[in-house]
C-alpha cells in the first residue's frame, strides 16, 4: 500500500511530507520511503498561521483563511508525487492544545481543509487523528510511538526535536511524551533578535555563552518538571515566552548571542531532565526532527547522555521524515481497524484513529473498508 502522508508542525515553516511503500507478511509491517520532501509556507501564509496560533485568540475570519490555506499548500505539496498512492494522511495543523485537558475537561483543534487534497489525488485522506484519542480519555498527543513502534527497535528511546521536543520509549510498554521546547524558543529568539528563522546547524549558540542564572530560571518551568503523561505546544512556548527570556535577560545585560546559547542549553537539559528522570534507562537515544541537523543540540546530547546517541537515518529513516512517516502508519494502522494510539496519551482505551475524507477508493483500500 502507497501512502502520501504529510506533516504541518509546531515550527510552522512549512509542509514535509513522504510517500511510504508500507507492506505486511505474518504480522511484521516493513516501510520503505520512497520519496519524501519539504514546501515551505509563502510568507503570507506563515504569517497568517503564526498569527493564528500565537496569540491565544484569533478572528473566525482569519481561521477560515488559514484552514482553507493549508488545503491549498497541500494540493501544491502533492504536485511534486512521482507515484501513485492509495490514500493521504494529514495530521492537521494544531490551531490550540490544552496541556491541561486532563484536569480541565478542554480539548485541541486541528486546522487544514483535507477535501482539495482528495480531488486533487482522486484518493481518500485521513485525518484529525487527535479526536478519536480525545473522546477515549487520552490527551490526543504524542501520537508518534504508535508509529515509532513499528520503525525502531524495543529498548530505544526515540527524540523528536522539532518545535517542541518529546521522546517516545519503546520498552515492554510504548509510552512517550513532550519534554518542552525543541526549536521553538530558539527560533523565536532568531527571528525576533537577529531577523533569521533559525540558528542553522547552531553556529550562533556555539560562539556564545550560557546565562546560568537565566538558565535555572527557565529549567524550573513547570512543564519541564512536571511528570508523564503530558503534552504541550505554541501556547505554552510560543511569542510570549519568548518576550519574556528576552525582557529578563536585557535586564541582566545578557547579549542577544548569549539568549541563542541559553535557550538552546535549555532545549538540551530540559529533554536530558527528562530522560534521566522517566527514560527508564533507555538505550540508545534516536534524534530525529529539524533540531537533529543543529548540531549545538546534538553534540550536547552526546557529550552528556551517558548511552549511544544516534540519528534516525541510520535506521533509514531521515529525520526530517521521521514524523511523516509514523503518521503515515498510524493511518496504515486505522485503515486496518487496529488501535494506532498508545499508552503515552493517557487514553483509556487503545483504539483506530482519523475520519476518511472520500474521494474515490483504490482496491487495495476497499479491501480495508
Same mark, same amino acid.
Request: charged letters at 20%.
Given at each position: 500500500?502507497?501512502?502520501?502522508s504529510?506533516?504541518?508542525?509546531?515550527?510552522?515553516?512549512?509542509?514535509?511530507?513522504?510517500?511510504?511503500?508500507? @507492506?505486511?507478511?505474518?504480522?511484521?509491517?516493513?516501510?520503505?520511503?520512497?520519496?519524501?520532501?519539504?514546501?515551505?509556507?509563502? %510568507?503570507?501564509?506563515?504569517? #497568517?498561521?503564526?498569527?493564528?496560533?500565537?496569540?491565544?485568540?484569533?478572528?473566525? %475570519?482569519? =481561521?477560515?483563511?488559514?484552514?482553507?490555506g493549508?488545503?491549498?499548500?497541500l494540493?501544491?505539496?502533492?504536485?511534486?508525487?512521482?507515484?501513485?498512492?492509495?490514500?493521504?494522511?494529514?495530521?492537521?495543523?494544531?490551531?490550540?492544545?490544552?496541556?491541561?485537558?486532563?484536569?480541565?475537561?478542554?480539548?485541541?483543534?486541528? =486546522?487544514?481543509?483535507?477535501?482539495?487534497?482528495?480531488l486533487?489525488?482522486?484518493?481518500?485522506?485521513?485525518?484529525?487523528?487527535?479526536?478519536?484519542?480525545?473522546?477515549?480519555?487520552?490527551?490526543?498527543?504524542?501520537?508518534?510511538?504508535?508509529?515509532?513502534?513499528?520503525?525502531?527497535?524495543?529498548?530505544?528511546?526515540?527524540l523528536?526535536?522539532?518545535?517542541?521536543?518529546?521522546?517516545?520509549?519503546?520498552?515492554?510498554?510504548?509510552?512517550?511524551?513532550?519534554?518542552?521546547?525543541?526549536?521553538?524558543?530558539?527560533?523565536?529568539?532568531?527571528?525576533r533578535?537577529?531577523?533569521?528563522e533559525?540558528?542553522?546547524?547552531? @553556529?550562533?549558540?556555539?560562539?556564545?555563552?550560557?546565562?546560568?542564572?537565566?538558565?535555572?530560571?527557565?529549567?524550573?518551568?513547570?512543564?519541564?518538571?512536571?511528570?508523564?503523561?503530558?503534552?504541550?505546544?505554541?501556547?505554552?512556548?510560543?511569542?510570549?515566552?519568548?518576550?519574556?527570556?528576552?525582557?529578563?535577560?536585557?535586564?541582566?545585560?545578557?547579549s542577544?548571542?548569549?539568549?541563542?546559547t541559553?535557550?538552546?542549553?535549555?532545549?538540551?537539559k530540559?529533554?536530558?531532565?527528562?530522560?534521566k528522570?522517566?527514560?527508564?534507562?533507555?538505550?540508545?537515544?534516536? =534524534?530525529?526532527?529539524?533540531?537533529?541537523?543543529? @548540531?549545538?543540540?546534538?553534540?550536547? #546530547?552526546? %557529550?552528556r547522555?551517558?548511552?549511544?546517541?544516534?540519528?534516525?537515518?541510520?535506521?533509514?529513516?531521515?529525520?526530517?521524515?521521521?514524523?511523516?512517516?509514523?503518521?503515515?502508519?498510524l493511518g496504515?494502522?486505522s485503515?486496518?481497524?487496529?488501535?494506532?494510539?498508545?499508552?503515552?496519551?493517557?487514553?483509556?482505551?487503545?483504539?483506530?484513529?482519523g475520519? =476518511?475524507?472520500a474521494?474515490?477508493?483504490?482496491?487495495?483500500?476497499? @479491501?480495508?473498508?
Open positions: 500500500m502507497k501512502i502520501f504529510v506533516m504541518s508542525g509546531t515550527s510552522t515553516d512549512g509542509l514535509t511530507w513522504a510517500c511510504l511503500d508500507v @507492506r505486511e507478511s505474518r504480522g511484521i509491517v516493513s516501510v520503505r520511503v520512497l520519496q519524501k520532501g519539504n514546501r515551505r509556507f509563502d %510568507s503570507s501564509l506563515k504569517s #497568517l498561521l503564526l498569527s493564528v496560533t500565537n496569540g491565544g485568540s484569533a478572528s473566525l %475570519s482569519s =481561521i477560515c483563511d488559514a484552514h482553507w493549508l488545503g491549498n499548500a494540493v501544491a505539496a502533492s504536485r511534486s508525487l512521482r507515484h501513485e498512492v492509495d490514500f493521504a494522511v494529514f495530521s492537521g495543523h494544531t490551531l490550540y492544545h490544552d496541556e491541561q485537558m486532563s484536569r480541565t475537561g478542554g480539548g485541541t483543534l486541528q =486546522i487544514g481543509a483535507v477535501e482539495p487534497l482528495a486533487s489525488l482522486g484518493r481518500p485522506v485521513l485525518t484529525d487523528l487527535r479526536y478519536a484519542d480525545v473522546a477515549a480519555g487520552g490527551m490526543g498527543a504524542p501520537l508518534v510511538p504508535g508509529g515509532d513502534s513499528l520503525l525502531f527497535p524495543r529498548g530505544s528511546a526515540v523528536n526535536i522539532g518545535g517542541i521536543a518529546n521522546i517516545t520509549l519503546l520498552g515492554k510498554k510504548v509510552s512517550g511524551f513532550d519534554t518542552g521546547p525543541g526549536n521553538m524558543l530558539i527560533d523565536g529568539a532568531m527571528q533578535l537577529f531577523g533569521k533559525m540558528d542553522r546547524n547552531g @553556529r550562533l549558540a556555539a560562539s556564545g555563552k550560557c546565562d546560568e542564572r537565566l538558565l535555572r530560571k527557565l529549567m524550573s518551568d513547570t512543564f519541564v518538571k512536571s511528570s508523564p503523561p503530558k503534552t504541550c505546544g505554541r501556547e505554552r512556548y510560543g511569542s510570549g515566552y519568548v518576550d519574556k527570556v528576552i525582557s529578563a535577560a536585557a535586564k541582566t545585560g545578557t542577544d548571542r548569549d539568549v541563542i541559553t535557550l538552546s542549553e535549555f532545549t538540551v530540559s529533554i536530558l531532565y527528562n530522560l528522570k522517566y527514560g527508564g534507562g533507555a538505550d540508545p537515544l534516536i =534524534i530525529a526532527g529539524g533540531g537533529a541537523y543543529n @548540531r549545538y543540540l546534538t553534540d550536547g #546530547l552526546r %557529550s547522555f551517558g548511552g549511544t546517541v544516534c540519528i534516525s537515518s541510520d535506521y533509514g529513516i531521515a529525520p526530517d521524515v521521521r514524523e511523516a512517516a509514523a503518521f503515515g502508519l496504515y494502522l485503515l486496518q481497524k487496529r488501535p494506532a494510539n498508545t499508552a503515552a496519551t493517557g487514553a483509556r482505551s487503545y483504539i483506530p484513529l475520519r =476518511i475524507t474521494s474515490g477508493f483504490s482496491k487495495e483500500l476497499r @479491501r480495508c473498508l
